[in-house]
């Protein structure tokens, strides 16, 4: 196609920015789902807004962006990885902007970081929750970076995008389910990478399940099973289960209840209640208008994400990564691009990585 790496790269990073400043206005509502009223309102002020030549309102990032600019900067300083460097770029980050709206339980390892003077640099994310890890988004919401520095098939010889995302997620977060949630979310960019402009929905859950049948099958053996309070068995392959579940949502002709995609996706703070559902929104997305008919489908993807509720920066962080990888920079609206904080950085990031290309 004519669409260049590069123009992915930008719309990967820059639609992961998007998705967190117009998400998080709705986080704290905390809500099943966002009327699709309001999530029109929104657009419609921020298109407004930018068209004011002064004093324009700025929707400002939160925890997400802030943990990918990090990711972002670490990488292209430290192209083969350096554990050390990410681990103090998120920890000065944090302590220079506290309130971005940080996870409760990840500060805790920051602050670990920060008074053992990153001595022992996986061991404060291993000892989160009585030893068992977070379970938390907070990998897969910060991973972009990752799969476009290893996009190339002749990377995986070096450092595979597996690999550098698992190394990258438990700096903050050992749980067996933030792991592979982050693992999926990364072959989720990787794959829209490769997209046309027609997506093939079948193609793409196919190949991702395929991938994550034998990412799972890994985990099963090497990492200790999470025990559930009830005592219930754990599933062992929970990723392969619920992307047959997005397959069906997003497939079907008629437009999913949102209370469906709650129950059965998710829209929580845990990894696995939220990459799904992003997911979920770039796909449905990509076929079917439903309430956003006069959008294109990357902007159609971030109001879907939204319109999901619960946590909303995370899940449309997500999602416009996705998306972003697949269209491309030029459908991303100018209008939303000026009125969110970070984009120029973002672009700026992917120029950098997209350099490091090949090399
Ligand atoms: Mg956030
Ligand atoms: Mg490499
Ligand atoms: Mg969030």
Same mark, same amino acid.
């Given at each position: 196609?004519?669409?260049?790496?590069?123009?992915?790269?930008?719309?990967?990073?820059?639609?992961?920015?998007?998705?967190?400043?117009?998400?998080?206005?709705?986080?704290?509502?905390?809500?099943?789902?966002?009327?699709?009223?309001?999530?029109?309102?929104?657009?419609?002020? !921020?298109?407004?807004?930018?068209?004011?030549?002064?004093?324009?309102?700025?929707?400002?990032?939160?925890?997400?962006?802030?943990?990918?600019?990090?990711?972002?900067?670490?990488? !292209?300083?430290?192209?083969?990885?350096?554990?050390?460097?990410?681990?103090?770029?998120?920890?000065?980050?944090?302590?220079?902007?506290?309130?971005?709206?940080?996870?409760?339980?990840?500060?805790?390892?920051?602050?670990?970081?920060?008074?053992?003077?990153?001595?022992?640099?996986?061991?404060?994310?291993?000892?989160?929750?009585?030893?068992?890890?977070?379970?938390?988004?907070?990998?897969?919401?910060?991973?972009?970076? @990752?799969?476009?520095?290893?996009?190339?098939?002749?990377?995986?010889?070096?450092? &595979?995008?597996?690999?550098?995302?698992?190394?990258?997620?438990?700096?903050?977060?050992?749980?067996?389910? @933030?792991?592979?949630?982050?693992?999926?979310?990364?072959?989720?960019?990787?794959?829209?990478?490769?997209?046309?402009?027609?997506?093939?929905?079948?193609?793409?859950?196919?190949?991702?399940? $395929?991938?994550?049948?034998?990412?799972?099958?890994? $985990?099963?053996?090497?990492?200790?099973?999470?025990?559930?309070?009830?005592?219930?068995?754990?599933?062992?392959?929970?990723?392969?289960?619920?992307?047959?579940?997005?397959?069906?949502?997003?497939?079907?002709?008629?437009?999913?209840?949102?209370?469906?995609?709650?129950?059965?996706?998710? &829209?929580?703070?845990? @990894?696995?209640?939220?990459?799904?559902?992003?997911?979920?929104?770039?796909?449905?997305?990509?076929?079917?208008?439903?309430?956003?008919?006069?959008?294109?489908?990357?902007?159609?993807?971030?109001?879907?994400?939204?319109?999901?509720?619960?946590?909303?920066? &995370?899940?449309?962080?997500? @999602?416009?990564?996705?998306?972003?990888?697949?269209?491309?920079?030029?459908?991303?609206?100018?209008?939303?691009?000026?009125?969110?904080?970070?984009?120029?950085?973002?672009?700026?990031?992917?120029?950098?990585?997209?350099?490091?290309?090949?090399?």
């Amino acid at each position: 196609t004519s669409l260049s790496l590069l123009s992915r790269f930008k719309g990967a990073l820059v639609g992961a920015v998007l998705g967190d400043c117009i998400g998080a206005y709705f986080e704290f509502e905390w809500a099943p789902s966002i009327e699709k009223e309001k999530i029109v309102n929104l657009v419609n002020k !921020i298109e407004a807004e930018s068209k004011k030549d002064k004093k324009k309102k700025v929707w400002e990032f939160t925890d997400d962006t802030a943990m990918t600019r990090s990711v972002a900067r670490s990488l !292209i300083a430290h192209p083969d990885f350096s554990s050390v460097d990410m681990a103090k770029k998120f920890t000065e980050e944090y302590h220079k902007e506290p309130d971005r709206g940080y996870g409760n339980a990840v500060i805790t390892i920051f602050e670990k970081l920060k008074a053992s003077d990153y001595k022992d640099i996986y061991k404060p994310a291993s000892e989160q929750f009585d030893g068992q890890g977070s379970y938390g988004n907070g990998g897969a919401m910060r991973i972009s970076p @990752a799969p476009l520095l290893a996009q190339r098939e002749e990377d995986n010889d070096k450092i &595979t995008k597996i690999e550098l995302t698992d190394k990258i997620t438990r700096l903050t977060h050992t749980h067996r389910d @933030a792991i592979n949630g982050a693992v999926m979310q990364s072959l989720a960019i990787n794959l829209a990478l490769k997209c046309h402009e027609e997506v093939d929905i079948d193609n793409f859950v196919d190949t991702l399940k $395929s991938d994550m049948a034998k990412v799972e099958e890994k $985990s099963r053996s090497k990492l200790p099973k999470p025990d559930t309070e009830d005592g219930a068995e754990v599933e062992e392959f929970p990723y392969c289960k619920v992307l047959e579940t997005v397959r069906e949502y997003a497939k079907q002709e008629q437009k999913p209840d949102m209370k469906d995609i709650n129950d059965n996706l998710g &829209t929580e703070i845990s @990894a696995l209640k939220s990459v799904p559902a992003a997911l979920f929104s770039f796909l449905r997305a990509s076929k079917y208008g439903d309430d956003f008919k006069d959008r294109n489908p990357f902007e159609r993807t971030m109001m879907l994400s939204i319109s999901l509720g619960g946590d909303t920066d &995370t899940i449309a962080t997500m @999602a416009g990564a996705i998306a972003g990888a697949c269209y491309g920079i030029n459908v991303i609206p100018e209008s939303w691009q000026t009125c969110c904080e970070g984009v120029s950085d973002a672009i700026e990031f992917a120029e950098e990585l997209h350099k490091l290309q090949g090399k």
